[in-house]
T-cell receptor
Framework: QKEVEQNSGPLSVPEGAIASLNCTYS??????FFWYRQYSGKSPELIMF????GDKEDGRFTAQLNKASQYVSLLIRDSQPSDSATYLCAVEYGNKLVFGAGTILRVKS | SQTIHQWPATLVQPVGSPLSLECTVEGTSNPNLYWYRQAAGRGLQLLFYSVGIGQISSEVPQNLSASRPQDRQFILSSKKLLLSDSGFYLC????????????FGDGTRLSIL
């Protein structure tokens, strides 16, 4: 059973703060990791992907991967109220993705 | 650029009625195609995926079926809907091969009465 675990939240942060979202996965063989943002009532939108250990930065977003610990995280700097959404972690298993249940992020202005 | 179309956006159906949801992708060839269901407040459950015309893999036994009659067309069907089939149905595509990001359509919200 391939598992992807996320804290359901909600995670509440003040506007301008750093939001840290975490995800663990069960299969050491996974090579590709994805973060999606899903606004209420909408479909998921890809925001970041990472394949190698370490950090990958894209604007206010940084994805961090530690394959030895089977851990991937997403940092959102200078959080804005528009970042309030559910963030889904997805892990590759061949040509499929397994999604976590998501973490609800609330950014308070 | 690639686009994915999914319709209808909303559907209300009685128990026992048939279902057909369609998804098409433009701007790419031989994509991998996926159908997911998301129950209210829950994660994404992979229902079916396809790596080519006529090739369907089923992930969860249920009363749903999928077909891929053309390269960029993916159809989700049921002969008789159950109350438990309610949910948000999402179609997604990716470039062929392992470890590729998936891109989602706008989804169909299905309510069974």
């Amino acid at each position: 059973q391939k598992e992807v675990e996320q804290n359901s939240g909600p995670l509440s942060v003040p506007e301008g703060a750093i939001a840290s979202l975490n995800c663990t996965y069960s299969d050491r063989g996974s090579q590709s990791f994805f973060w999606y943002r899903q606004y209420s009532g909408k479909s998921p939108e890809l925001i970041m992907f990472i394949y190698s250990n370490g950090d990958k930065e894209d604007g206010r977003f940084t994805a961090q991967l530690n394959k030895a610990s089977q851990y991937v995280s997403l940092l959102i700097r200078d959080s804005q109220p528009s970042d309030s959404a559910t963030y889904l972690c997805a892990v590759e298993y061949g040509n499929k993705l397994v999604f976590g249940a998501g973490t609800i992020l609330r950014v308070k202005s | 650029s690639q686009t994915i179309h999914q319709w209808p956006a909303t559907l209300v159906q009685p128990v026992g009625s048939p279902l057909s949801l369609e998804c098409t992708v433009e701007g790419t060839s031989n994509p991998n195609l996926y159908w997911y269901r998301q129950a209210a407040g829950r994660g994404l459950q992979l229902l079916f995926y396809s790596v080519g015309i006529g090739q369907i893999s089923s992930e969860v036994p249920q009363n749903l079926s999928a077909s891929r009659p053309q390269d960029r067309q993916f159809i989700l069907s049921s002969k008789k809907l159950l109350l438990s089939d309610s949910g948000f149905y999402l179609c997604a595509w990716s470039v062929g091969g392992n470890g590729q990001p998936q891109h989602f359509g706008d989804g169909t919200r299905l309510s069974i009465l």
